[in-house]
């Protein structure tokens, strides 16, 4: 167990939808990491955030938004759903030193 | 030029070789490496890491860094059919954001 809970597990939406994506970390885990994986893909950088500032991100449009909070918790915003949207969000929390990063166990997310 | 490459594969061993799978890359500034295990479906789980060169052990896994050449490999000895899954390379290139590239995996296929 990696500490790190996602929901939910599965979602599906229809193009132009909006969609929330929720993470909860262990307590001390003050730096998360959002990440998509395309199918057949690794896992790319959306952004990180630490100590709930936004400090971070990939090549990623402004429709993919996030928050974190003070209890550890963080969410992932995707506006104007599209369809290459469709993938496997992870959280990843960063543990000491060595920037280990756990993920949790994923949202698969399916746009239609 | 990739930021991380791996070869897709698949990379079929038998029960009880050693299977190695390698990864490149490409920024001489990146400073941690990790290898995540990925069973189909499943979220990425950390198995390794290393960022000095040379050889790091842990149990049948053996992670190899040699930094000139910009190559990490990981070794596992006396392969089992629950080794099967896909594994992601990753490179930390250091900064604020503590990002992490991934390579696209390779698929290993431990034959019983």
């Known amino acids: 167990e990696t500490g790190v809970t996602q929901s939910p597990t599965h979602l599906i939406k229809t193009r132009g939808q909006q969609v929330t994506l929720r993470c909860s970390s262990q307590?001390?885990?003050?730096?998360v990491s959002w990440y998509q994986q395309a199918l057949g893909q690794g896992p790319q950088f959306i952004f990180q955030y630490y100590r709930e500032e936004e400090n971070g991100r990939g090549n990623f449009p402004p429709r993919f938004s996030g928050l974190q909070f003070p209890n550890y918790s963080s969410e992932l915003n995707v506006n104007a759903l599209e369809l290459d949207d469709s993938a496997l969000y992870l959280c990843?929390?960063?543990?000491?030193?060595?920037?280990?990063?756990?993920f949790g166990p994923g949202t698969r997310l399916t746009v239609l | 030029q990739k930021e991380v490459e791996q070869n897709s594969g698949p990379l079929s061993v038998p029960e009880g070789a050693i299977a190695s799978l390698n990864c490149t890359y490409s920024?001489?500034?990146?400073?941690?490496f990790f290898w995540y295990r990925q069973y189909s479906g499943k979220s990425p789980e950390l198995i390794m890491f290393?960022?000095?060169?040379g050889d790091k052990e842990d149990g049948r896994f053996t992670a190899q860094l040699n930094k000139a050449s910009q190559y990490v490999s990981l070794l596992i000895r006396d392969s089992q059919p629950s080794d099967s899954a896909t594994y992601l390379c990753a490179v930390n290139i250091g900064g604020a954001t503590n990002k992490l590239i991934f390579g696209t995996g390779t698929l290993l296929a431990v034959q019983p």
């Open positions: 290393i960022y000095s060169n």
């Open positions: 307590s001390g885990h003050n730096t």
């Open positions: 920024d001489r500034g990146s400073q941690s």
């Open positions: 990843a929390s960063r543990v000491g030193l060595n920037n280990e990063q756990f």
